[in-house]
């Protein structure tokens, strides 16, 4: 009778204490993109995760699991960059540069990023964008 019992607790307290940004995180890796998707969405709202604004500007910007929508991937990115994603800053530009906006501000982010992060010379590289060294 206690084993059972047992059993049903762990599986509550597990229920309890969800961490979805590491299901999300294991999905992502795992390449289940839509899975991935909705734990970020989860986590944003039940452990308000700081992180999950990349994961989520990433998704929609390349249609990982859904369709590419790089100005929906805008306002996570943006998020992202506000609560110190410095990656963010490079994906923000490709961003504004598939959606044709914002192209003075995009040179800006990829100039800003190359000094932290490669990412933002191989993605300025990929659309022919010379930067500042």
């Not at 999300?24 to 991935?36: E, F, L, P, R």
């Amino acid at each position: 009778m206690m084993k059972p019992l047992l059993f049903i607790s762990v599986i509550f307290i597990n229920f309890l204490f969800a961490d979805y940004f590491r299901d999300a995180t294991i999905a992502y890796k795992s390449g289940d993109y839509k899975k991935a998707k909705d734990f970020f969405e989860l986590a944003i709202k039940k452990e308000n995760c700081v992180q999950c604004y990349f994961y989520l500007g990433k998704i929609y910007l390349y249609g990982e699991g859904t369709n590419a929508n790089p100005s929906q991937a805008i306002p996570y990115l943006e998020q992202a960059i506000m609560k110190g994603n410095i990656k963010a800053k490079c994906y923000l530009a490709e961003a504004y540069i598939k959606s044709n906006i914002k192209y003075d501000d995009a040179i800006l982010l990829l100039n800003q990023g190359a000094k932290e992060t490669p990412i933002c010379k191989e993605i300025a590289s990929s659309y022919n964008i010379p930067l500042n060294h």
